[in-house]
């Protein structure tokens, strides 16, 4: 689902997109709205480097059932390779 911010928005926050999607994100998760990796999917970056960002402003990691099974299944596909 596309989703538009207005650019009244980034103007009051003094955000571009990209910060606006990375702070949602990070508020998502930290509420335990999203996963780890729909967390990072939102922010547009990498789980690690979004791990990294959490750890930069102290925020805990949680890492659930999905999580995992993301993990064994990308673990999985990459030792078939």
Known sequence: M????????L?????????LRLELAVALFQKDRLT???AS????????RF?????????????GVEDFEQDLSTLQSLSRA
């Open 36 to 38: 780890l990796a729909q």
């Open 41 to 48: 999917r939102l922010a547009g970056i990498g789980r690690l």
């Open 2 to 9: 596309p989703f538009t911010i207005p650019d009244e928005i």
């Open 11 to 19: 103007q009051t926050t003094r955000m571009n997109e990209e910060e």
């Open 51 to 63: 791990q990294h960002l959490l750890a930069s402003r102290d925020i805990p990691v949680h890492y």
